[in-house]
């Protein structure tokens, strides 16, 4: 059983609109959650962290958790083409985050 | 304030041959993680340190690799005897053990082919 399950996409939205990406994950002693942008052939870039059930908004993102359900999500609201990139969840657990394999969002014109 | 440091960013090698890429945390960061990723997935733990001390490595990493972290600060992975396999992108990462929620921040990468 995979740890972290994210859909590899590609989800594609249009400009402007909310791209919504969903993260599940099976180690119930996970603490933090974070989520990073990523760009082709580069490194992981954070975005940003949540760690207490309910949102957490910062700037254009909003990071959503539910513990009970295991499941954490990213929303971009007013999408734009520069972020189109692959976007990891990672859930920490005993200090090691584990990654899932990523959602690449598309956002066109 | 500069973040976390690796070199090579990119090397080539022969199968069979040894390499040794290093990664220098932020300053301040006592927690230290390499990770690897290859096409298409997401980073893959490989081991991690508490300042000087390895305090886990995955079952994933056979007995060709080994890190180092003498002194609590740069840390190194070696890879012996390099395989086509091991072609990836070898990612570092630094934290710093606090209440914040152990954020943790990635160096460039770097790169391995092996021909």
């Known amino acids: 059983q995979k740890e972290v399950e994210q859909n590899s996409g590609p989800l594609s939205v249009p400009e402007g609109a909310i791209a919504s990406l969903n993260c599940t994950y099976s180690?119930?002693?996970?603490?933090?959650f974070f989520w990073y942008r990523q760009y082709s052939g580069k490194s992981p870039e954070l975005i940003m962290f949540i760690y207490s059930n309910g949102d957490k908004e910062d700037g254009r993102f909003t990071a959503q958790l539910n513990k009970a359900s295991q499941y954490v999500s990213l929303l971009i609201r007013d999408s734009q083409p520069s972020d189109s990139a692959t976007y990891l969840c990672a859930p920490l657990g005993s200090y090691i985050p584990t990654f899932g394999r990523g959602t690449s969002l598309i956002v066109h014109p | 304030d500069t973040g976390v440091s690796q070199d090579p960013r990119h090397k080539i090698t022969k199968r069979g041959q040894n390499v040794t890429f290093r990664c220098d945390p932020i300053?301040?960061?006592?927690?230290l993680y390499w990770y690897r990723q290859t096409l298409g997935q997401g980073p893959e733990f490989l081991t991690y340190f508490q300042n000087e001390a390895q305090l886990e490595k995955s079952r994933l990493l056979s007995d060709r690799f080994s890190a180092e972290r003498p002194k609590g600060s740069f840390s190194t992975l070696e890879i012996q005897r390099t395989e086509q396999g091991d072609s990836a992108m070898y990612l570092c990462a630094s934290s710093l053990a606090d209440n914040s929620g152990n954020t943790i921040y990635f160096g460039e990468g770097s790169w391995l082919t092996v021909v």
């Open positions: 180690d119930r002693g996970s603490q933090s």
């Open positions: 300053s301040e960061h006592n927690r």
